[in-house]
Nanobody, 117 residues
Framework: QVRLVESGGGLVQPGGSLRLSCAVS????????MTWYRQTPGKQRELVST???????YYADSVQGRFTISTVNAKTTVYLQMDDLKPEDSAVYYC???????????WGQGTQVTVSS
C-alpha cells in the first residue's frame, strides 16, 4: 500500500516562508515524478511544481523564483520550499507521485497553507 504523508503547512504572514514535506512509502515501483498541486474552494486543482526522476524541475509561472522543489532519500521524500509567500498562495497543497514502468498515481491527504496578516 503506497502512503504519502504531507506536513509543514500552517499560517504565515505575507513575505514569510514555509517548507512542505511529503514522505512516500510502500511503492513497489520506481517513483518517476513527484508533484505538488494546490486547490482553493471552488477552483480546479492547480499544478505548482514537479520534479522528475531525472532531476528535471518545472514551476508554475505564479511561483517561479519563489518556490523550490527538491528530493532526498532516493526520492522517498519531496520538499517544497516556499519563500516570499503571498495571500494568493493560500490553498490546500497536495503531493502526488507517479510510478513506472506502470503509470500509477498516488495522492497525499493535503496540507493547508494560509498566508495572511
Amino acid at each position: 500500500q503506497v502512503r504519502l504523508v504531507e506536513s509543514g503547512g500552517g499560517l504565515v504572514q505575507p513575505g514569510g516562508s514555509l517548507r512542505l514535506s511529503c514522505a512516500v512509502s510502500g511503492s513497489r515501483y520506481i517513483i518517476d515524478s513527484m508533484t505538488w498541486y494546490r486547490q482553493t474552494p471552488g477552483k480546479q486543482r492547480e499544478l505548482v511544481s514537479t520534479i522528475t526522476s531525472a532531476g528535471n524541475t518545472y514551476y508554475a509561472d505564479s511561483v517561479q523564483g519563489r518556490f523550490t522543489i527538491s528530493t532526498v532519500n532516493a526520492k522517498t521524500t519531496v520538499y517544497l520550499q516556499m519563500d516570499d509567500l503571498k495571500p494568493e498562495d493560500s490553498a490546500v497543497y497536495y503531493c502526488n507521485v507517479r510510478t513506472r514502468p506502470y503509470d500509477y498515481s498516488y495522492w497525499g491527504q493535503g496540507t493547508q497553507v494560509t498566508v495572511s496578516s
